[in-house]
């Protein structure tokens, strides 16, 4: 069983959240219109799309290289609000692993937490604020959990999965506290975040290769 990802894997991976991401648009598009301006869904499929186009054309053999350049590629084709923090989060995490020539699961974890701490940084935001934050940070303490106890880069990826649905599911509890959805207050909680399902349709694309290939 392979353990780690090389720029292959990762342009087919970037494939898979493209594909979720067109699937989903409309649901995004919902989920986005009960607290923002409803364009979330376009955004994303705007950037994965971009974001695939490079990936299946490039050449880059480095993984780190080719995650920074996904992130670039987003931050040309959706520089809306969440398309220039998924960017952020893509470059930033890509430039944690410079020294992988191939991503272990402790590569995963290094990624998704630089990834992380770059959205944080650029919105201005935390956990318990109702973002993608409470998605991502659950993801990035999960894999390095996993890391930590010595699992396969397969049960990491699939353990984070998991954990990140049920994240998706928390944020329905929380007030939202930046951009229109907090306009809302308190009417915001009882309604899921969209920020934070886009975060876990990525991590979504991830475990959808691991089952595949794995």
Known sequence: ????????DIKSIISHIKNIMDGQRDYLIDLDNAMGDGDLG???TKAFTAANEY????AEIS???LLMATGMAIAKAAPSTMGTLIATGFMKGGKAIQAAEQIGLKDLAVFFEAFTQG????GKSKPGDKTIIDVLQPITLSLHHSAKNDKSLSEGITDAFYISQ????DTIQLKAQHGRAA???EASIGKQDAGST????IMKGLYQFSKSNF
């Not at 959205?119 to 650029?122: H, L, Y």
């Not at 886009?198 to 349709?201: D, I, K, N, P, T």
């Open 119 to 122: 959205i944080m940084d650029r």
């Open 55 to 58: 990936a299946q054309n490039t």
């Open 1 to 8: 069983m392979t353990e780690g990802l090389n720029a292959e």
């Open 166 to 169: 049920q994240a998706v599911l």
């Open 183 to 185: 306009y809302y207050q």
């Open 42 to 44: 376009i955004t994303m």
């Open 198 to 201: 886009v975060g876990m349709l």
């Open 63 to 65: 993984p780190s290289k």
